[in-house]
């Protein structure tokens, strides 16, 4: 006699993705829900929790965290900076190019390039014209600015 295997299918839980160990990491598939992704490892699971914290106390997985927490998500970063100022939208345009410049590894001296460009093709913007970031200030707004915030 055969025996059937009894197979349940687990889909993804949108509340995994509020629990404080999954949340930093874990990613829903939209068109597959009975698989989720870890942003972390860049690896497809099958969802259902046990899976998911079998994966979490793996050594690969650990390794690949530490360095993931001390990112983040460039919206999310530029996000909770809070200044007052009358000129808000050229500073928040200037900690948000040093933001993109520090989360992406591009090379500061790159800025002393783009803030001329930026100001040739939007000659409509004021933002744009008034921009005055350079490698030295691109610097200090990453040290000064963003890094108390992070």
Known sequence: KEEKKR?????FRKEWLEIKDYKFWLQEISNDKTKCKCVACNVVLVSGKSELAKHSEGKKHLSNIKSLRGSQNLKVLTKNIKYEDKNKDIKSAE????????????????VDILTPVLQDIFKDSKVAQS????????TSIINNVIAPVE
């Not at 197979?7 to 889909?11: A, E, F, G, M, S």
């Open 7 to 11: 197979v349940h299918i687990k889909l």
């Open 131 to 138: 921009l005055t970031l350079h490698r030295k200030k691109c």
């Open 95 to 110: 900690i948000k190019l040093s933001a993109y410049f520090a989360n992406h590894n591009i090379a500061f001296q790159a």
